[in-house]
């Protein structure tokens, strides 16, 4: 188990193009960001925990599917670290796996409304599922 | 028996300011290496001429090193970092001209470091020693 | 053909526990061009100083070698030995067989054999030695500070007590510098302008201090010792002799609305104008951009109202040539750009303001009279955000900000803080922090007065974004200690900005040809041990050129910087090291690489005529090495493709020897 | 002049009016949006990861295409701009994507010369506002008008390049130009709440509302977008201040408005 975990750091700095040990724990993407109050674990801490190791309870939270790709810790960090990367490479360690996306087709009608574009929808599939 | 007695000639260019000086330290500390090397004082690394060191394997040496201050160091500021580059595109000539890259060797030693001084020069004449005497540059005219 | 004299030292059981010496002096005899070859006990005692003096006068020696300890130790000495007795000190050469052969060897035939061959090396190079004589040059007994500011007030203040006469080169019309716009100072307390203007004054008053204010350096010319200068003097259209500073002018100008620069542009000032009530050089200044009598003919009050006539339309830049000894570097620093921060809505509201700018708020002689207000609307500010590291430690976004640590901002900041605090009880005061960096005397406590008994809150975390919204700036921040996102509405916000070197710096580093590291500071001759030098002699360092500093920091190194420029005015001639580099003027084809390697700006090149085929007269460019400059390090030696430059002392003949005397 | 036009699958059924007037006004200041024949969905995001290729093939082709006409590739939507620009940067920058890519390009290899570029861009940098100015008979008159950017036509900035991520005016200045006045509004690069709505719409609401607030606040009649999603978020939130597509205000100022 902890040998897969070790694999998946590897994995999501690899995938993120990200090195987490450029944080200077400064907080900004933290401070920044519009969707914190819904995550459990925020972007910095997204940031330390693949930098320390501590994977596994990134990859059970529903903080992955509340990231908004908005960006703005990317483009506000000071050092380059782009918290968001991060965040997406772990959603897609999640997804990738047999049965685990977080999107089923079959709930797709419930959530439709007469104005919804169907940007909304395809958005929603390429981050939510495989 | 006869290998063991194979006692490479080696030249050191040591620079004044940190090298020459860690080279003194390493004897005032009484820290020794082999006699095989003999050092050549100049004021900077940034004075070893790609062609001093050709000359020493033309002549016969097996091995040569050069010393300068660590990066960020030198006595004249930049020198080291003009030595640098120099010995990089002679180390990427080396083969071409037929001696192996292991023969030469550049590495940062500050006055500080004695002993890093008598390591390296007991590693270098260890790997020297390993290749064996150098013949490929010596200029035949000029043995008798 | 040389005549050398060998003499190989014992040094006690020193070298003669492990060296045979008897043998290595009898070996070494047999040497081409050895001519003598003796030992003895100690050779640096009197006793073998004496016996190498009988030599050289009994054998008629012209080179010599010692075979000893290290030449770091000693070849001073017996140069000075061979001096004495008539020859060239720089005809003798060390065979360094202790350090570097008795003392690393246990066996006695190898250490005998070693020293052999050490001792030959150092014949072969004596064999090619050739005389050296040290270069002497003049030295002009003046100099020149460019900046003045704190750091170039404070040089100039020393060197002047010493006795030497000193300018100072000041851009804009007074001197000062950002000191002067300071408020209070960390960690005392003590006003900025209390200390600062006496120090103005003095300057002012000093006999061997002259002031070129609104001036700038043109040109540099020259070596250490003897640099030429010219020094633009700008126009002010003011007869700077004449005017007494009444300041009428100054009250009677119609144009008005000129943003007043002192004051960061948050009130205006006249079109002539005199910077703040105490500068120096008290004198008028009109500002050509904003006069309309300049601009078109059209106004002349200023000179109507003077009753000393000291307005003069018709005044042009002037060329001032001037000579020094040395130049000390005090070009300072400036806060950076806030535009591309704008996450802080710097351009979107008044009420985010630099820490010069809240400085200048909290100024009793500034926009506001001291009084703490917002500049949006002049209503008492209540909650209030301080921002740290704005583009300080600031990688992978060079367009923005600054890789470095500002140093000063923590401190700053907090006095800020602690100043709001104390003024207005009333408010509450968020720092917002990533690391607080107080390294300094008495500086973790004044940070710590701030928290503990100002009340001012410091969260560690970042602010993520500002948005004015109605007349509050809302400010998302990051408290990470506790895990949280906070939204605060302030009524102001105080960015610390980061600092940069001044624009002029580049400029005056390329004429002065002095090194800079990529963030435009000075680089320092050594990090460690010549903090206040730069690489290129004659040329010193004072204050935030170098790097960030604060006030006690830049007045230390100015200080430094002033006993350093004394040390060498003092000197009447300078005597040059004779090692230097010198290039054959008929090998040399002119192609300045050279000259692009040196890193002391030594080497320059003339067009020069020589002799062709058939009488004809060929001009050719060539290097020249100044002397006086050349430290001898030998990087141009190995760059010149044509072998055109040598190093003297080191010689590429002479190292070539060594080489093939240990690969004999 | 002719570009090669990417409308994007929402500009077809729900963005009807982005796409309509993004014609119109186009043809109005002489330029023809040429549609391209077989284009397929964007994908609505890009994938940062670097192992996701075939999620980023349909932007190729589209480019691929620009590029043999050597026109510029011109799109409307925010997000369909965003996956085809950063795609396209991913192929000049990252020579694995590249080379991985191109293992799919059946009819010839794409190495990344197609310039990628958004109506706005277009507007701004190829015809000029003063070119726009021109065509105004019905000036807005002083409407406060609140330009909402979103986070897609900004960032990340290194690669979009539109204009200065954290105050960007270049929907300022074509509302200038159509004789509009736009308010300070720092909340212009703001996320609405995104994708997120289509599974949770309480959490975008307060997104959302935020933005509409502080636009409210600010003192503006409308809010300008360049979205169909954020668009359709900022009007869900409650709020009751209209969302506008910019081509309908500039349809709405050349007269051409139905």
């Known amino acids: ?130 | 028996m006869q290998v063991n007695e194979f006692k490479p000639k080696i030249v050191a260019f040591c620079c004044n300011w940190c090298s020459y000086a860690g080279a003194d330290l390493a004897g005032s500390n009484r820290l020794s290496y082999p006699a095989d090397v003999k050092i050549i004082r100049v004021p900077c690394s940034c004075r070893v001429n790609p062609m001093f060191i050709l000359r020493a394997f033309q002549r016969g040496a097996d091995g040569v090193i050069i010393c300068g201050c660590h990066p960020g160091d030198c006595h004249y500021t930049s020198g080291n970092y003009y030595t640098r580059r120099r010995m990089a595109l002679l180390f990427s000539m080396l083969d071409y001209l037929g001696i192996e890259k292991d023969r030469m060797r550049l590495e940062w030693v500050s006055a500080a470091e004695g002993a890093k001084f008598a390591t390296t020069m007991n590693e270098f004449t260890e790997k020297i020693i390993s290749l064996g005497e150098n013949k490929r540059l010596e200029d035949l005219r000029c043995k008798k | ?664 | ?258």
């Not at chain 1, 902890?2 to 995938?15: D, H, V």
């Not at chain 3, 001037?322 to 130049?327: F, H, L, R």
């Open chain 4, 1 to 258: 002049m002719k570009v090669t036009y990417f409308p994007g699958c929402t500009l077809k059924n729900k963005a009807k009016q982005l796409d309509i007037y993004g014609h119109k006004c186009a043809k109005a200041l002489g330029v023809e949006l040429e549609e391209i024949e077989k284009w397929q969905c964007c994908g609505g995001a890009f994938t940062t990861s670097s192992d996701e290729i075939a999620t980023k093939l349909s932007s190729v082709r589209a480019l691929k295409e620009a590029e043999s006409k050597n026109q510029p590739l011109v799109s409307l939507c925010s997000a369909c701009h965003n996956v085809l620009k950063q795609t396209n940067h991913a192929i000049q920058t990252n020579e694995t994507f590249r080379a991985r890519v191109n293992n799919y390009m059946a009819d010839g290899e794409y190495n990344g010369g197609a310039k990628v570029m958004h109506y706005l861009e277009l507007l701004r940098d190829v015809i000029g506002y003063d070119a726009v100015k021109e065509k105004v008979v019905n000036a807005l008159n002083g409407k406060k008008v609140a330009c909402y950017y979103g986070c897609l036509l900004l960032r990340p900035s290194k690669v979009m390049q539109m204009d200065d991520p954290e105050n960007p005016q270049i929907m300022e200045n074509l509302v200038r130009a159509l004789g509009g006045e736009p308010i300070l509004f720092p909340y212009k690069n703001e996320c609405c709440g995104a994708y997120v709505s289509f599974e949770n719409k309480d959490y975008t609401a307060v997104k959302s509302g935020k933005i509409c607030n502080n636009a409210t606040l600010n003192g503006a009649d409308i809010i300008l977008t360049a979205c169909p999603l954020c668009k359709y978020n900022l009007e869900k939130c409650g709020s009751d201040i209209p969302v506008v597509y910019f081509t309908e205000l500039l349809a709405e100022a050349f007269g051409i408005k139905e």
């Open chain 1, 1 to 130: 188990m902890e040998k897969n975990l070790n694999n998946a750091r590897e994995e999501i700095i690899r995938r993120s193009g990200v090195n987490p040990s450029k944080c200077m724990k400064c907080g900004k993407c933290s401070g920044t960001c519009p969707a914190y109050d819904e995550m459990e674990y925020h972007p910095h801490q997204f940031v330390y925990m693949v930098e320390t190791g501590d994977i596994e309870p990134l990859l059970k939270s529903q903080s992955i599917y509340r990231c908004l790709s908005c960006f703005a810790c990317v483009d506000r960090c000071p050092r380059g670290v782009e918290p968001a990367k991060i965040v997406e490479a772990v959603r897609l360690e999640v997804i990738r796996q047999q049965g685990a996306n977080h999107l089923k087709a079959e709930g797709v009608a419930e959530n439709l409304d007469e104005e919804i574009p169907q940007q909304a929808i395809v958005t929603a599939f390429r981050k939510y599922t495989k």
């Open chain 3, 1 to 664: 053909m040389q005549r050398i004299g060998v003499f190989v030292c014992w040094c006690g059981s020193n070298i003669a526990a492990t060296v045979d010496v008897e043998a290595v002096s009898q070996a070494l005899a047999k040497e081409p061009g050895v001519v003598h070859s003796a030992n003895y006990q100690y050779m640096c005692s009197q006793a073998g100083q004496d016996l190498i003096r009988a030599a050289i006068k009994e054998h008629k020696l012209t080179g010599i070698v010692v075979c000893s300890c290290s030449p770091r130790m000693h070849e001073m000495t017996f140069r000075k030995t061979a001096e004495s007795a008539g020859i060239n000190p720089y005809m003798v050469e060390i065979a360094n067989i202790r350090e570097q052969c008795s003392w690393i060897h246990k066996d006695i035939l190898t250490g005998t054999e070693k020293a052999i061959v050490l001792g030959r090396t150092a014949i072969a190079k004596v064999n090619l030695n050739a005389p050296l004589t040290a270069g002497e040059s003049p030295v002009t007994k003046r100099a020149l500070v460019i900046g003045g500011g704190i750091a170039g007030i404070q040089t100039a203040l020393d060197i002047a007590d010493a006795g030497f006469e000193v300018d100072i080169v000041e851009k804009n019309p007074t001197i000062g510098g950002k000191m002067a716009q300071l408020d209070k100072t960390f960690p005392t307390l003590d006003c900025a302008a209390c200390i600062l203007t006496p120090k103005m004054v003095d300057v002012a008053q000093h006999e061997k201090i002259r002031i070129f204010s609104y001036s700038e350096v043109a040109a540099v010319k020259g070596f250490v010792g003897n640099f030429d200068v010219t020094i633009k003097k700008k126009a002010r259209y003011v007869r700077e002799d004449v005017c007494t500073g009444c300041g009428l002018c100054t009250e009677k100008c119609p144009v008005k609305k000129v943003p007043n620069e002192f004051n960061l542009g948050m009130d205006t000032r006249r079109a002539i104008y005199i910077p703040f009530a105490q500068a120096v050089p008290k004198v008028a200044t009109i500002d050509a951009d904003y006069c309309n009598m300049l601009k078109n003919g059209k106004c002349g009050v200023c000179s109507k109202v003077c009753t000393a006539k000291a307005i003069d339309y018709e005044q042009k830049d002037t060329l001032i040539e001037e000579k020094y000894g040395a130049i000390v570097v005090a070009t300072g620093f400036n806060p950076i750009s806030m535009e591309k921060f704008d996450e802080y809505a710097y351009s979107q509201s008044k009420d985010v303001v630099t820490s010069l700018e809240f400085e200048r708020i909290m100024n009793a002689a500034g926009p506001t009279q001291g009084k703490l207000v917002r500049p949006s609307d002049g209503k008492h500010p209540h909650t209030l955000v301080f921002v740290q590291c704005v583009g300080s430690r600031c990688a992978n976004c060079a367009e923005k900000g600054k890789e470095y640590c500002s140093k000063i901002c923590c401190m700053y900041t907090a006095k800020h803080a602690m100043l709001t605090r104390d003024k207005y009880p009333d408010t509450d005061v968020y720092v917002f922090y990533i690391d607080v960096r107080t390294p300094g005397k008495n500086f973790d406590e004044f940070y710590r007065r701030a928290a503990e008994e100002y009340g001012v809150h410091y969260v560690k975390g970042m602010v993520g974004k500002v948005m004015p919204e109605g007349d509050k700036l809302m400010v998302r921040a990051s408290d990470l200690i506790a895990n949280k996102q906070i939204n605060i509405a302030a009524d102001m916000v105080i960015l610390a900005a980061a600092i940069e070197p001044d624009k002029s710096a580049r400029s005056i580093a390329t004429m002065l040809t002095a090194s800079m590291d990529t963030n435009d500071f000075f680089t320092e001759a050594h990090p460690k041990l010549r903090p206040v030098e730069s690489p290129t002699a004659g040329i010193f360092l004072s204050g935030a050129c170098q790097g960030p500093k604060d006030i006690p920091e830049t007045v230390a190194q100015a200080g430094a910087a002033a006993a350093k420029v004394i040390g060498l005015l003092a000197k009447d001639k300078l005597k040059g090291n004779p090692c230097v580099a010198s290039s054959n003027e008929l090998m040399c084809n002119g192609c300045s690489s050279c000259e692009r390697v040196c890193p002391y700006g030594a080497i320059s090149y003339v067009d020069k005529e020589f002799r062709g085929p058939n009488r004809t007269v060929l001009v050719r460019r060539v290097a020249q090495v100044n002397p006086a400059v050349c430290q001898g390090c030998g990087a141009c030696t190995v760059a010149c493709p044509s072998g055109a430059m040598d190093l003297k002392g080191f010689a590429t003949k002479q190292i070539m020897a060594e080489v093939d005397a240990i690969c004999k």
